[in-house]
């Protein structure tokens, strides 16, 4: 028996998701009794593979194969059943980020083993084994009991303190023997988000609405975000309107984040906006309207015109950080 | 080829959901159905390309699996142009039986192209589409945000986490779909819900399936502390509350 925790690497490196995930599995794994086994897929140099080890890995298994360098789901799958096997894991846990969201189910299906998806919480309890799960966009939380005998957990993104415990586990390489003919998947074109920082991995985000006003008031509130290291986001009519990318379109039907901080500026705070942010830790909420729903949702708020407070905001960030 | 489209029924998503029994139960009074917003787009991109004759597309077919209550959610969904539906009987308890009832129906009428949606805006599980294509040891393809049919293969836009990419795989396949897949989703016209109403609903009868999960209970979310309100005139003192009390800066 063991709990192991499958992690992806970007272009060889881990995020903190990666260790947020294997601080979490310790932990369920200290709650079983049992040991915490991390799987890698793909070419990671050792150093950086031992860094998994600070958050309480037993053991790293860094699995390679030709067949995985293309991203098909369904060999992906093949490979970590046939590692979790291997291992005698009875808890798998992935991130609940797009990777973990295709790879799951899949696993829960092939591994009979029942799911748990977007906790953010450690098990309720173990025995039974019992889970604290997302529902109904935010707006309630399920407690769900798996019955099988293997489990899937996917495991909601900066939901988790990282906890340091080296306990020097030895890396183990695997060569995982798959036919080829099994990846289905090929890859026409691909594009790299490089440079910016990624809205799923942001601890703090700012957010512009439909009260920015315009697509030309957007650089107080970029430099915002720059001056505080943060993530740029948007809502929905700002992003069909084209004023914002695509990808910055925070809610039920764009990105679900939950970073430390959500700065929401002339966001009204329908409901379909904070089923994307509401697991967020805190929300600051600037509007002109003191009965915008935003309000209910936030810790801070300041009630007044983004394009005065916006600046304001900047210098005072900027003057609290030469202190 | 032909297509499936998997829909869920679900309460509209500005309701303020409550429980009963124990709050073991959704309390369904005074809900709004609605198909799954996610499901709508992917009847609508269908439909956009068995619209273009040169895709191939013989027939697009909507499945459910529910009670007889979601009738008016299929019958939208039948009204909005797929051409015809099946709801397989039964009250599921979790993702895998729905995902386990859903292969029986491919299984029984070969469809090439299945979609399902990203997540179901109730239970916010993600798992159906994935589960699905195991059962069936079909491919998948997730978080696509495109797809176009090209020489008999699907052509798809995916979104991986820090990029996005292009890919090609031939049918069978299961595409699990999010934004970007249709831009708006297609409206029912006068003649699509009065052809609506002759369309067959074919309903089948549940396959037996292991029950690995249960739901305890639904909790809601602990109330959050009111919101504590700076003057405009004074930003300074936020930005310290940031600093100082809530630390996130
Ligand atoms: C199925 C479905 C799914 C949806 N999914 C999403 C989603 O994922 N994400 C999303 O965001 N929306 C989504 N929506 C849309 C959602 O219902 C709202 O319409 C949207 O979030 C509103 O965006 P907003 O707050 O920017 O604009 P508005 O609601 O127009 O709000 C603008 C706010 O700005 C304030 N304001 C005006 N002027 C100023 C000023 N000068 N300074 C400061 N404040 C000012 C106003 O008081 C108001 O509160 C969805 C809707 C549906 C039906
Ligand atoms: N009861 C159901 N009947 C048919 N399809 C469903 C059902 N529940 C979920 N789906 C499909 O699976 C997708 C993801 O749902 P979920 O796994 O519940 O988040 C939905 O968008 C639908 O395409």
């Given amino acids: ?158 939901s988790f303190d990282l906890v340091e415990n080296n306990k020097g586990a030895a890396i183990e390489n695997l060569n995982i023997s798959m036919d080829a003919g099994m990846v289905k998947t090929e890859v026409v074109d691909a594009q790299k988000q490089t440079g910016k920082l990624l809205l799923n991995d942001a601890e703090i985000v700012v957010s512009g609405g439909r009260g920015m006003k ?93 394009q005065k407070v916006l600046p304001k905001l900047v210098d005072a960030v900027k003057e609290s950080k030469s202190k | 080829m ?59 077919t909507v499945a459910h699996v529910g009670l007889a209550t979601a009738e008016p959610t299929i019958r939208k969904a039948l009204a909005i142009g797929a051409d015809d539906a099946i709801r397989v009987n039964a009250d599921p308890n979790d993702a895998y039986f729905v995902a386990a009832q859903l292969a029986e129906v491919v299984k029984a009428e070969a469809f090439d192209l299945i979609l399902c949606g990203i997540e179901s805006s109730d239970y916010n599980g993600s798992n159906v589409g994935g589960m699905l294509a195991e059962f069936l040891a079909y491919p998948s393809v997730s978080a696509v945000s495109g797809l176009e049919i090209k020489d008999g293969k699907a052509l798809i836009n995916r979104e991986i986490d820090g990029g996005k990419e292009v890919v090609r795989i031939a049918t069978p396949l299961v595409a699990i779909v999010q934004k970007g897949i249709a831009k708006e989703p297609r409206i029912a016209a006068m003649r699509g819900i009065m052809m609506a109403r002759s369309k067959q609903i074919k309903v089948v009868e549940p396959v037996g399936v292991d029950v690995l999960t249960e739901l305890v209970n639904f909790e809601m979310p602990e109330a959050r502390a009111a919101c504590k309100f700076f003057d405009a005139e004074n930003v300074a003192e936020l930005v310290s509350s940031l600093q100082n009390e809530a630390k996130v800066i």
């Fill in chain 1, 1 to 158: 028996m063991s709990v192991l925790v499958y992690t992806e690497n970007w272009d060889g490196k881990f995020k903190k998701l990666s260790f947020e995930l294997v601080s979490y599995a310790s932990k369920v794994a200290e709650m079983l009794n049992t040991t915490t086994t991390v799987l890698s897929l793909g070419t990671v140099e050792k150093s950086e593979l031992e860094k998994l080890g600070n958050y309480g890995a037993d053991k790293i298994i860094n699995g390679t194969s030709d067949a995985l360098k293309v991203y098909d789901v369904q060999a992906y799958t093949q490979a970590i059943a046939g590692v979790v096997e291997a291992d005698g894991a009875s808890v798998v846990i992935l991130a609940n980020n797009n990777a973990g969201k295709a790879l799951a189910p899949r696993l829960s299906v092939k591994l009979k083993a029942g799911i748990g998806s977007g906790v953010s919480k450690l098990p309720v309890s173990t025995a039974p084994f019992v889970v604290y799960k997302r529902a109904f966009s935010g707006n309630a939380y399920a407690k769900v009991q798996i019955n099988s005998e293997k489990k899937v957990l996917t495991l909601a993104q900066n």
């Fill in chain 1, 214 to 306: 315009s697509p030309d008031n957007w650089g107080p509130l970029e430099e915002l975000a720059d001056l505080l290291g943060a993530a740029t986001a948007c809502s929905r009519p700002v992003s069909d309107e084209g004023w914002r990318p695509h990808g910055e379109h925070t809610g039920q039907t764009g990105k679900i984040i939950a970073p430390n901080l959500y700065v929401a500026i002339g966001i009204s705070g329908a409901t379909q906006h904070l089923a994307g942010v509401s697991s967020s830790k805190y929300i600051v909420a600037i509007n002109t309207d003191k009965d915008a729903p935003i309000f209910e949702a936030a810790q801070y708020g300041i009630v007044g015109d983004a």
């Fill in chain 2, 2 to 60: 032909k297509v499936l489209v998997c829909i869920s029924n679900v309460p509209d998503t500005t309701t303020k959901v409550k429980f009963v029994d124990d709050n073991k139960k959704l309390d369904t009074n005074g809900i709004q159905w609605v198909i799954n917003p996610w499901d709508e787009l992917s009847l609508t991109r269908a439909l956009e390309l068995k619209d273009d004759a040169s895709n191939g597309i013989q027939s697009v």
